[in-house]
């Protein structure tokens, strides 16, 4: 997979968000199955000594388990979950749709007409007067804006 989609990227596939999560629970299900089997080991450790041992690997398995939720991985999973809570009614969140950054609209908008055909290639007047925050203004109309952490992004209604 390509680098983790985050808030400074100008487009977002939601497929990469869903990846992204999907990697982040599995890390996570790792850590709470190790815990889990260190506990079993706990009850059933046959002497003092076999307990105490369990006891301590059970007690660095929920610390790491604790570590990992305040870690970097553990707050990007809360806010990619956190986006993706918000996309899902919208568009076809499973199978890819794409996030557009608020500061990038205007380029995109410029992009999508051209590659429409809605501006020829040879750029010449009148083409170079349109009003693009007009035609952004009227673009996003089709759009729905989310939140990613702060920064607003635009996908299709």
């Known amino acids: 997979m390509r680098d983790a989609p985050s808030n400074t990227d100008d487009v977002i596939d939601s497929r990469d968000v869903i990846a992204r999560i999907e990697e982040?629970?599995?890390?996570?299900?790792d850590l709470v199955e190790a815990t889990s089997e260190v506990e079993t080991a706990v009850n059933e450790a046959a002497t003092e000594d076999d307990a105490e041992d369990a006891q301590t690997a059970h007690a660095?398995?929920?610390t790491a388990l604790a570590e990992w939720h305040e870690s970097d991985e553990g707050k990007e999973l809360e806010t990619l979950k956190a986006l993706a809570d918000q996309c899902e009614g919208y568009g076809d969140w499973a199978h890819g749709e794409t996030l557009i950054r608020e500061s990038y609209f205007r380029d995109y908008a410029m992009e999508l007409a051209e590659d429409c055909g809605m501006?020829?290639?040879?750029?010449?007047w009148p083409c170079t007067c349109i009003d693009w925050e007009q035609a952004c203004r009227e673009l996003k109309m089709d759009y729905t804006e989310v939140d990613f952490d702060g920064v607003s992004y635009f996908m299709r209604a």
């Not at 982040?24 to 299900?29: G, K, T």
């Not at 501006?119 to 010449?124: E, N, R, S, T, V």
């Open 24 to 29: 982040l629970e599995s890390e996570r299900a």
């Open 60 to 62: 660095d398995a929920v």
């Open 119 to 124: 501006i020829p290639k040879d750029l010449a």
